[in-house]
């Protein structure tokens, strides 16, 4: 989740001339609120999880937990594959980066709370008695891809080699060579192969590395970077996506119901949902008196992304039943979801006037 959200005009879009201080960058408030509005929504779908889990996934079971659980999943796929789509707008037009050392902060300010997080949950975990496997192998495993206690930090492991690539891309069309970039992109590129080597000739299981992207999540974030960019005024008639939008949430808790849990980011009613959602926040103008708390809570958003899961393994898991009503169940949703974003933003903003952002996120 990219912390940058200011933009240059097509002018400024390269260093500026010797001698010249570069024309200040525009600060877009509408990404601000799009990191906002995933990180609430994906809490939103990690609490309707639990009342899914209570149930087995299974309507028989609770059919007031079921439903409501599911309600909350239809709303949130368009979250994490907008996170891609910020990334490859802070990246390919935001805040192109100028020079390696530059990409390699921007990397290390993601890498730094990824695996302090990680080492969070599995101390947590450790404590209340809930690792499966021992805590060393689980932080072995954990170097390679997320892990059961950390579960929310998988797609980091995708984010950061995205911005890596499209930054090692953008640096060779402005004529650099960043070669320690493109050592560390194939160092990615071949750990699989090399894990696997390593296992066929010692004999030993190796863990599996989800370092890398998918073509889905290239194309979310190239394709964010476009319509991100579109000026404002480009999308004049909003009416055909507010109908579009909950015709793809419904399409997505069919699916998830009827089909398959969860259904894959890659599905064509999250491509839609994710596009509805961009078109409808991208360049909407965010009232004077309210950008101030705006711009704190966005600063927060990956914060309050990080920890909400101690808060929904401790608070929530609790106090779900799969023997809920359907009211029931859609008013404790409603709360425990109000509660989980409550407390997350209260801690991120805490750690965040510590002046523990780099480290925590």
């Avoid at 299974?58 to 796929?77: K, L, M, Q, T």
């Avoid at 910020?86 to 290390?108: C, E, F, K, N, T």
């Avoid at 990680?118 to 021992?134: F, I, K, Q």
């Avoid at 476009?226 to 507010?242: E, I, K, Y």
């Amino acid at each position: 989740m990219p912390n940058q959200t200011a933009v240059r005009s097509p002018q400024q879009s390269g260093d500026a001339p010797s001698g010249q201080t570069p024309a200040p960058r525009e600060h877009r408030l509408d990404i601000d609120l799009m990191r906002l509005v995933c990180s609430a929504t994906i809490m939103l779908g990690h609490v309707g999880a639990q009342f899914i889990k209570s149930t087995g996934n299974d309507p028989h079971n609770g059919s007031g937990a079921y439903w409501a659980g599911h309600v909350a999943e239809a709303i949130n796929p368009f979250a994490v594959p907008m996170y891609f789509a910020i990334a490859g707008w802070a990246v390919l037009v935001g805040a192109p980066p100028r020079d390696s050392a530059r990409m390699w902060q921007r990397i290390v300010r993601n890498v730094i709370p990824l695996f302090v997080w990680t080492a969070v949950y599995l101390v947590w975990a450790w404590l209340r008695d809930r690792n499966d496997e021992p805590m060393t192998e689980l932080a072995t495993d954990s170097l390679f891809a997320s892990v059961q206690p950390a579960y929310h930090l998988w797609f980091m492991y995708n984010y950061i080699p995205i911005i890596a690539l499209l930054a090692f891309a953008m640096m060779i069309k402005a004529g650099k060579r960043p070669w320690g970039l493109g050592a560390a992109l194939l160092c990615i590129a071949v750990l699989p192969s090399a894990l696997t080597t390593a296992a066929e000739v010692t004999g030993r299981e190796m863990p599996s590395s989800a370092w890398g992207f998918s073509t889905y999540s290239l194309v979310y974030a190239v394709g964010g970077a476009l319509l991100f960019a579109l000026p404002a005024g480009a999308v004049r008639w909003r009416l055909p996506l507010l109908v579009l939008l909950p015709l793809t949430m419904l399409g997505a808790l069919w699916y998830n119901t009827q089909i398959h849990y969860v259904m894959p980011n890659a599905h064509l009613f999250v491509a839609a949902m994710s596009m509805c959602v961009l078109l409808l926040i991208s360049r909407i103008r965010v009232p004077e008196k309210f950008r101030p708390l705006l711009r704190k809570l966005a600063g927060a958003a990956l914060g309050a992304y990080m920890v909400h899961v101690l808060f929904v393994e401790e608070i929530v898991a609790p106090l779900v039943s799969p023997d809920l009503s359907g009211p029931v169940a859609g008013l404790l949703l409603t709360g425990l979801v109000l509660t989980v974003m409550a407390l997350s933003f209260a801690t991120s903003l805490l750690w965040g006037r510590l002046n523990l952002r780099r480290l925590l996120g």
